[in-house]
Each structure stands twice: as structure tokens, then as C-alpha cells.
């Protein structure tokens, strides 16, 4: 039988809107199978309408793997969601130049989630429960037509190279380190992930760079972070990115492997409030996997 799944590119080189599935009922195989290869191709996905619950968020976001557990200042915590809002639990909004918004700040500079950890993230979910009137759109950059667009003597120069990733530093530099515990900083010592990536599933290669990458191992730090800010920003150009402006209900799922993402600004003195589960990266011993 053919499925109601609707699959719409958007008009760059990543990204789809896919309409007529419920995210939050039990996905029959056939149809994960769809959205599993529709995600492959467009590496982001967009399902408008959804309004998950934390129970369905999970329960969709385990069909791709283990989910990671959050960084959070809670010792021995083993919750999955976190929380990206600017929102506190008694409904009042955030200090706009507290700890907390310096945290959420670091999200407004392209990244892939958990690049700092040994074993990097797989797939994110976002879901927005309530959105401001203008600004927040999350942008989105493909790293695969960011490789596929270098020259060969680039190509060639970044090929079997390994960056230094580290949170302390990405997050140093934006400040909010304060919301985590010592506990947690120490679990996440600076890593090393090669700067081009072969995708597990679909063989493209692709660029891994971003802000917690801090340098090239081996090279000068200072030209090689250069280098390596350079790349990225000519990477998240047209028409390799899109925006997307939320509206609730949304969720949108992204391929760490192969994706750059970053916030943009919105009115402080506006809620915003967003949950996020993150699916670890495919290996068996992964210390942040649950
Ligand atoms: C994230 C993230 C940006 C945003 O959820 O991983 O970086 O727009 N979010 O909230
Ligand atoms: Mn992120």
C-alpha cells in the first residue's frame, strides 16, 4: 500500500517539508523506512504540525539509536531532552545576560551537536512549543556540497587531517560555562575528529568543521583556526543553507554528520521555548548513549 508520506525538497541543497505522517503515533516500519531515506537524501527534515509530547519526542527520536544523555550541573542525571529554552519551569523568562543566556548564545555560531564529545552525535530534534513574533529561525548548512565545491589543492590539503575539539573552548569563548558541573567539563577533554568525514550510510563525504572545532592537530593553531573559520564560512553560503522559521508545532530533524546549524537572535522579553533529544553516534561504547 502506498504510504501518505509527502516528501517536498525545499530549494537548496538540503532540507525537505514532509507532510501526512503523526509523529506522534507508532511509525509502522515501511514508513520509518521512508522518512529514514527521505532524512538520508535531504539530510534535514521538516514536520510541520506535529506538537510532540516528551513521551512521543523520545519515542520517535530512538527509532535512529540511543539517545545521548543531556550535559546539565546535575550530577548522575540520565534525562534525554534538553531544554533550549529561554523559558524558567514557573513560566518566567531567563536574565537576558545570565549564565543561562550565555549558554543558549553559544547555539547562535554554526555547529554540529557534540562535536566535542569522543563519539559525536548522530541526529538532532527540535521541537518548538512556543515561538516569538519574529526572529529565532534556526539556518541550516550542508557540509557535503561545502566539500563537493572545493578545489582539488583544498580538497587535497584538508584530506586525512584531524581537528581539535573541545567545549571548553567553544563555549569559553561565548561564555555560560557555569551551568555545567566541573563533573561534566572534565567528562568532555578536548577530542580529535577528522576535518573531512566519510557518512556511514551514504558514503558522501563531507566537511566537519564548526565552533568547537578549535584548530588542525599538527599544524599551527592560529592559521589553522584561520583556515578552518574561512572554510566555514564560505561553506554556509546559498545555496547551501536555509532558514527555518519556526512555528509550534514544528519538528525538525538534522544529520549532525553532514549538517551545520546555528540560531539566529529573537526579542529577549519573548518566550521561546524548544526541547531537543540528540541520537548518539552509532558505536557501541558510547559513554553519553543511554
Ligand atoms: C540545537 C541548536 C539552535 C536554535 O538545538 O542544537 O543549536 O535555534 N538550536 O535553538
Ligand atoms: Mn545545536
Known sequence: MASSVHVEPLDSTLGATVRGVDLGAPLGDEEFEELH???LEHAVLVFPDQFLDDESHKA?????????RVITR??????????????????????PDGNRALFLKGNSYWHTDSSFKR??????????????????ETEFADMRAAWDRLDAKTQAHLEGKTALHSYRYSQGKVGGLDVLSETD??????????????????????LYIGRHASHIVGEDAAASRELLETLCEEACRPPRV????????????????????????????????????????????NEWAI
Open 37 to 39: 531515506a527521505a532524512w
Open 119 to 136: 563519539v559525536p552525535a548522530k541526529a538532532s530534534l527540535l521541537s518548538a512549543r512556543q515561538v516569538p513574533s519574529e526572529g529565532g
Open 60 to 68: 520517535f527520536s530512538c527509532r535512529f539509536g540511543r539517545l545521548e
Open 242 to 285: 536555509f532558514s527555518h522559521s519556526w512555528t509550534a508545532g514544528d519538528l525538525v530533524m538534522w544529520d549532525n554528520r553532514c549538517v551545520l546549524h546555528r540560531g539566529r537572535p529573537y526579542p529577549s522579553d519573548q518566550p521561546r521555548e524548544m526541547r531537543r533529544t540528540t541520537v548518539a553516534g552509532d558505536v557501541a561504547d
Open 74 to 95: 546535575r550530577e548522575g542525571s540520565t534525562e534525554v531532552i534538553s531544554n533550549l529554552s529561554n523559558v524558567r519551569g514557573d513560566g518566567s523568562l531567563i536574565a
Open 185 to 206: 567539563l572534565d567528562n568532555l577533554p578536548p577530542v580529535e575528529h577528522p576535518v573531512v568525514r566519510t557518512h556511514p550510510e551514504t558514503g558522501r563525504k563531507s
